[in-house]
């Protein structure tokens, strides 16, 4: 069964021996799975909106943040983020050009420059000089980036050295580095543990939360349409005219329903002829049960903004593989259910997300719903190009030591062999450690949430831990200094810092971001960076000097 299991996990994502990917069939698959979570939550939008009046956070702040851009002080102030945007725009942009000069081969450049001393640098703790990492961490909450470092020093700094002490003992001193079942396993299946932990006890809390604020809708029935109106409390005129404009522009429901059964039948017909794994039974299966998954995902996100969709993800990955087992494309079938899933689910949340704002900004319902299809066939066209782009251009895409090493990848595809192999894959007490952090991960998300807000953020969060534990510390350290610039500046000028903070940050990432576009498109053409740049300890450099003068 190993073998079988082996050979799909190549098939499933190894980027060094899996085959070029079809443009046209990812395009293709995206836009057969990418509508339905729209149709399926439309529906319900005035319960959600209107009858149970769930607040939706993030949809609520962007409405605030747009109806403040309509006002003169928030006009005059848009336009100086702007300009701030731009300067760090271009800042961004020219680092990342002017850095590209001197990546001339693998470990070269400012990338991999070993701020703390070159044995830190072999542990994975350096400050690599990305703008991304650096505008993320001014956006992220302090808690998110202390959370990352936490997690970093306690595996590559205690816990990976220790085992790696182990060789020959807890795993055979032959194996690859990249092999699962040595010292790659223990960050790998790790780091699954604490985000499966951190996933389940989040699962449950907001559905539990679900369920009783359901509860507590229902036997509440001055929240119900069917109550008296005498029995509401009156609303303000602004609510009076959103409402009136929410329900007045409407969607008719037999056109939601009547779009969700065509798109899940096409999807059934040609989503097995794109995975031959994931069989039109397995299809129909999701597509029944995913509705009550979008619910439950938009209905938690209104009350929480915390967005399950990747833990629906993981179900259907366990679930799906382990039906359709090693011998018929277990892993394959797993991570595509895992696909479907997570596109209903994560796009009904944010078309719900979306309704919010637009009742909050007296925005038309319909044309928001159009807006959100449009959006959504772009981006089945934009990201697969982009996905090819990298692909293409970056030919160590995805693998640990790369520039981009798709760290998500590598634990879903991991999840996936789980999943179906079960834990004979796992190296000597790895499954151990798995739960003593899974265990860890449910025990420090309750202990946050009883000892209340105000201790809590005092209290790392697992799933943050977990990311660094197969990545390593230099993007934690990059978000860390930019945590560290966001809280000097606060300290200096608040007002300045909390008005300007987002818009500098944005113009780090997106500069950052965008100059990977040329960059790509010159490795495309055959154009190399003419230097390469590296750093050596003493006795490395004189072996070399040794070397070039003989």
Avoid at 77 to 84: D, G, I, N, S
Wanted: charged content about 15%; proline content about 5%; glycine content about 10%.
């Amino acid at each position: 069964m190993s073998e079988v299991v082996a050979k799909q996990s190549v098939e499933a994502g190894n980027p060094q021996n899996v085959k070029n990917p079809s443009l046209g069939w990812i395009i293709g698959f995206l836009f057969v799975v990418s509508f339905l979570g729209l149709f399926s939550v439309v529906p319900l939008r005035k319960i959600m909106i209107i009858d149970f009046k769930l607040i939706y956070p993030s949809g609520t702040a962007t409405a605030h943040l747009i109806n403040s851009f309509h006002t003169p002080q928030g006009a005059k102030l848009a336009k100086k983020q702007v300009r701030e945007l731009g300067k760090f725009f271009s800042f961004s942009f020219l680092w990342g050009f002017f850095q590209w000069f001197f990546t001339a081969a693998d470990g070269c450049g400012f990338v991999n420059f070993p701020t703390f001393g070159l044995k830190a640098y072999e542990q994975k703790f350096y400050f690599d000089f990305s703008a991304t990492y650096v505008g993320v961490g001014m956006i992220c909450p302090y808690l998110i980036n202390i959370s990352l470092l936490v997690g970093a020093i306690l595996s590559w700094g205690i816990m990976w050295p220790l085992i790696d002490k182990r060789k020959g003992h807890w795993y055979s001193a032959e194996l690859s580095s990249s092999s699962l079942h040595g010292l790659q396993g223990y960050k790998v299946f790790i780091a699954i543990a604490m985000i499966l932990g951190d996933g389940a006890y989040n699962f449950f809390k907001v559905l539990g939360k679900t369920l009783f604020g359901l509860y507590k809708q229902f036997n509440n029935r001055n929240a119900l349409p069917l109550a008296s109106p005498k029995a509401s409390p009156p609303l303000s005129y602004d609510d009076t005219r959103r409402t009136e404009l929410f329900l007045g522009d409407q969607i008719p429901a037999w056109l939601a329903v009547t779009g969700y059964v065509i798109i899940a039948i096409i999807s059934a017909i040609t989503v097995p002829r794109i995975f031959h794994q994931l069989k039109w039974y397995y299809i129909i299966v999701i597509y029944i049960i995913a509705p009550v998954l979008a619910f439950c995902n938009a209905y938690g996100c209104g009350l929480t903004d915390w967005s399950l969709a990747s833990t629906y993800g993981k179900l259907a990955i366990f679930t799906i593989g382990a039906w359709a087992g090693s011998s018929h494309g277990g892993v394959l079938a797993g991570l595509a259910a895992c696909g479907v899933m997570m596109n209903i689910v994560s796009t009904a949340s944010d078309l719900m997300q979306d309704f919010k704002t637009g009742y909050m900004t007296l925005t038309s319902p319909r044309s928001m719903f159009v807006s959100q299809i449009i959006g959504t066939a772009m981006g089945c066209v934009i990201s697969p190009c982009v996905f090819w782009l990298f692909y293409k251009a970056f030919h160590d895409l995805g693998l640990p030591e790369s520039e981009y090493p798709a760290p998500y990848a590598l634990v879903y595809r991991n999840m996936s062999i789980l999943g179906v192999e079960g834990f004979s894959a796992l190296p000597k007490h790895c499954l151990t450690l798995c739960y003593i952090f899974f265990a860890a991960a449910i025990v420090i998300n309750g202990i946050r949430d009883a000892v209340g807000k105000k201790r809590a953020r005092f209290i790392p969060l697992p799933m943050a831990m977990a990311i660094p534990f197969y990545l390593g510390g230099y993007f934690a350290i990059d978000m860390c200094v930019g945590s560290l610039i966001l809280f000097i500046w606060r300290k200096v000028n608040k007002g300045k810092a909390d008005a300007f903070g987002p818009a500098v940050a944005s113009g780090l990432i997106c500069g950052d971001g965008i100059w990977t576009l040329p960059s790509s498109i010159l490795a495309l053409a055959g154009v190399n960076p003419p230097i390469c740049m590296k750093f050596l300890s003493r006795s490395q450099n004189t072996k070399v000097d040794s070397f070039l003068s003989s």
